[in-house]
């Protein structure tokens, strides 16, 4: 008989690698072993990694040797048939690897990894012209007392510092090896349950039971508990077993008392693993009722998807959006199918998570990246093995969930820049994302906003999308009044003091003295963002990044924004060694010191990124925020999407300019649509709201676009802007970085490389040029912008890029160069 043909799996590898790898599969794997699976596969000398089955091929790679797959994780994929499909067009569309998508989708306690652990020589042999340091031998002796430990472990349990290079000459010694061990993250939850250990129903058994206790009064307590306890389950229908936890403290007897009866065989304990995310409340069923608008609107989205696969609603702020998202998943869920909800900030999951779960209850599923990686792989698991109807609300990475009957697909505030992944690998846009999975599924996608990408507006009014608007606010409230405040004539007339003009305080004080709520948008974080000598003019500037230095108040010193890194605030200016220094400017967390000084007694709170850092930072501040605990909420952009306060009467904007004045051709589109929607936290009931704008340049197009709350107006000036100079919508953005530590090198790879492009792609091609900040991480970056007509192939232009990275780095000076693509930057 013919021996069988031996099998081959092409593995994705969570590497910013090109391609898959092939490997084989065992005949004791076979049959185990099928697309989508987790695999360990040995990658390099010695590392191993999870790697995904994408294909299996009877057909041997030739040129190279096959290595064997280690082992198969799972009984069943990980990653369905759709995801799959999803990330081949991501890693396509985005021009990056199939791996970064991989690391990006799969959470981290997904993926087994490889850690280098060190341990004992058994063959090492101590020479007497070759002894030991006092170090060497006290890692020695911890080493044969608890075996092999990472480096970081050895460090934690001898108490020495730096001991990198120590292992390293001991390991070229030979009085160390190196091994490997296999590390697996998730760590599953799991709960503890006592169940009776005999029929309750059965009077003969039971007597026994008692009679077995008798005597023994703690024991007979615990088992009266149990039985009450069991008694209520089996009327709320649930399973006949007890959390242990639950037990011991109704009882309030130790666990020695049941794990006494358990040796009686009257009770069993066993654990069992659980899902991290129960809803314990009510669902109520009820679905929000809609006016006359918004049912007409509904009603028009049905209709357009009998046409359309993706339809915009463009809906102003507080027109009732969310209501209509609300009654679109409950006709998909009751047609057996699961939606997906996105949201630009995790801020925004709170208010809609309380709102949906009071109608859906327990099929609402929360996703994002603030949950640990259990928490995450047990949503994950539960999507995988759980096909029932379902809500999932999320931020941009719940897209990659393993969905089984997806039907509908809703991106809410679409516009937002917050969708757009920026560093590391996938730099992907989760709505252009979103479209393309709702098709893959055979679903349909909502998008809505109260100010739309021109884009999306853009392929809207020309059919690509269908269009449904709601032009009113819900229930007949009014837009907010607008009104723009000359920074620049207020400072002539001393009618400013610090961030605040005299009309913007006045206005403040009045609303909260009226019972009323304020919003105070500022888009800087920190202290203050300028620290200067005021003798000789010195800035202190992050030793890593071309960027000036924070200064964080709270925390006592300066921060850079873009690295992460932290510096002590100088008390004498390191430049002319004088006691010069000073802040200068308005971070939020100086607006929320002076707002507190300067209206005494209102209560003050902060949403910016440093106090919402914690998972459920952004909860305790929007529920303390909508129940009154606060009269002046300070924040940075964060305060700008889709959060609904019902008493905030006023938003201040203090300084629209720093919105305006950025150089990107999408500054103004940015500016407009995000203060925009910061004003329409304003009069969401039944006051009309006041938003008063500070700014140095009140004769700004955009500004009076916003104020009359004028759109389409806004988008025909913008698009007329991007059709003149030939950008998005009229074609595709591609930058392309460069970075390098060296800067003489990188300006003369950067000028070569966008040469050899323009022989390629001709006048499509711009720069190099320094971007914004010029370098971070101590590495210098140049940028080069590719415009591509937007019919053109994306798989050509990833073909022709790769070639020409691939040219570049034959020349090996340039082996160390970084280069990567942002497509359709935001």
């Known amino acids: 008989m013919p021996s069988k043909a031996r099998l081959y799996a092409e593995v994705i590898l969570p590497l910013p690698l090109f391609g898959t790898f092939t490997y084989s599969i065992p005949t004791t794997l076979e049959g185990k072993a099928a697309v989508g699976h987790r695999v360990i596969v040995p990658f390099g000398r010695k590392k191993y990694y999870t790697g995904i089955i994408e294909s299996i091929t009877p057909v041997a790679p030739e040129g190279f040797e096959v290595k064997d797959i280690s082992s198969v994780l799972d009984p069943w994929p990980v990653v369905k048939h759709p995801q799959l499909k999803l990330w081949e067009w991501i890693a396509e569309y985005y021009l990056c690897t199939a791996g970064d998508v991989y690391k990006a989708a799969v959470p981290a306690g997904l993926k087994v990894e490889s850690e280098t652990f060190i341990e004992l020589n058994p063959d090492y042999e101590e020479m007497p012209d070759a002894r030991m340091t006092d170090r060497e031998a006290i890692i020695m002796q911890s080493l044969d007392h608890n075996g092999k430990m990472t480096p970081a472990e050895i460090s934690k349990k001898t108490g020495l510092n730096s001991i990198e290079s120590t292992i390293s000459s001991m390991v070229e010694r030979r009085m160390l090896i190196i091994a490997e061990k296999l590390i697996e993250r998730y760590r599953p939850k799991k709960e503890t349950l006592v169940r009776l250990a005999v029929d309750r129903n059965d009077n003969e058994a039971m007597h026994k039971v008692f009679d077995a ?163 995450r792989v047990d949503i994950w698991k539960r999507m995988l093995h759980d096909p029932s109807p379902c809500v999932v609300i999320g931020a941009r990475s719940s897209l990659f969930l393993p969905f089984s009957r997806l039907g509908l697909v809703i991106v809410d505030e679409e516009h937002e820049s917050s969708y757009k992944q920026f560093d590391p690998a996938p730099r992907y846009n989760a709505r252009d994302c979103a479209i393309v999975l709702a098709s893959m599924h055979g679903a349909k996608t909502l998008l809505g906003s109260a100010t739309p990408a021109i884009e999306t507006y853009y392929k809207a009014l020309n059919g690509r999308y269908g269009l449904v608007t709601l032009s009113e606010r819900y229930e007949g409230v009014q837009l907010p009044l607008i009104e723009i405040v000359d920074l620049n004539d207020e400072r002539r007339r001393g009618r400013i003091s610090g961030p605040m003009s005299a009309r913007l305080a006045m206005m403040s004080r009045e609303a909260v003295k009226g019972g009323e709520q304020v919003i105070l948008f500022h888009n800087r974080r920190g202290f203050a963002p300028v620290v ?141 649509n995000m203060l925009e929607q910061v004003a329409g936290r304003a009069g969401r009931r039944n006051k009309r709201g006041l938003v008063i704008v500070q700014t140095s340049q009140p004769a700004h197009p955009i500004l009076s676009y916003l104020q009359a709350h004028n759109y389409e107006g806004f988008y025909e000036h913008e698009l007329e802007e991007r059709r003149r100079y030939g950008y998005p919508p009229f ?86 160069l970084v280069v990567y693509y942002d497509v359709g930057p935001m």
């Open 213 to 375: 206790v008798k005597g023994a009064k703690k024991q007979e307590m615990m088992l009266i508990t149990l039985l009450d306890n069991l008694n209520k389950r089996q009327q709320q229908q649930l399973p006949p077993e007890v959390p242990r936890q639950h037990l011991l403290e109704q009882s309030g007897l130790s666990p020695a008392i049941l794990a006494a009866l358990a040796s009686k065989g009257i009770v069993e304990i066993f654990t069992r693993e659980i899902n991290r995310f129960n809803y314990t409340g009510t669902e109520q069923g009820e679905l929000p009722k809609l006016s006359a608008p918004q049912s007409e609107a509904l009603d028009s989205i049905h209709r357009m998807f009998i046409d359309k696969n993706v339809t915009l609603l463009h809906g102003v702020t507080s027109s009732g959006k969310t209501e209509i998202y609300i009654h679109l998943i409950d006709y998909i869920l009751n047609k057996g199918s699961q939606a997906l909800y996105l949201v630009p900030e995790i801020a925004l999951t709170t208010q809609l998570t309380r709102r949906l779960q009071k109608v859906f209850g327990k099929r609402v599923i929360i996703y994002h990246s603030k949950f640990s990686d259990n928490e």
């Open 532 to 672: 200067v000598c005021k003798q000789c003019g010195y800035v202190p500037k992050c030793q890593n990044c071309d960027v000036s230095l924070t200064y964080h108040r709270k925390a006592g010193e300066m921060v850079c924004h873009y690295c992460g890194a932290t510096y002590k605030l100088p008390t004498i200016c390191p430049a002319c060694k004088e006691p010069a220094i000073e802040v200068y400017g308005y971070g939020t967390e100086r607006i929320e010191e002076i707002a507190e000084s300067s209206f005494p007694g209102a209560r003050i709170m902060r949403m910016d990124l440093d106090t919402t850092r914690n998972k459920d930072s952004y909860l305790n501040i929007i529920n303390d925020f909508s129940l009154g605990k606060a009269d002046i909420l300070v924040g940075t952009q964060m305060v700008t999407k889709g959060l609904d306060f019902e008493r905030v009467s006023l938003v201040g904007i203090l300084n629209a300019d720093n919105l305006i004045n950025f150089p990107d051709f999408r500054a103004s589109e940015r500016a407009f």
């Open 731 to 816: 074609t595709r953005v591609i930058n392309i970085y460069l970075k390098h530590r060296d800067e003489d090198l990188l300006i003369r790879a950067a000028a070569g490389y966008a040469e050899t492009l323009r022989h390629l792609f001709g006048n499509r091609i711009l720069g190099p040029d320094e971007p914004h900040i010029a370098r971070i991480q101590s590495l210098y970056i140049r940028k080069i912008m590719l415009k591509v007509e937007i019919q053109a192939s994306m798989s050509k232009v990833k073909a022709i890029l790769r070639s020409v990275y691939e040219a570049q780095m034959a020349d090996k000076s340039l082996r160390s």
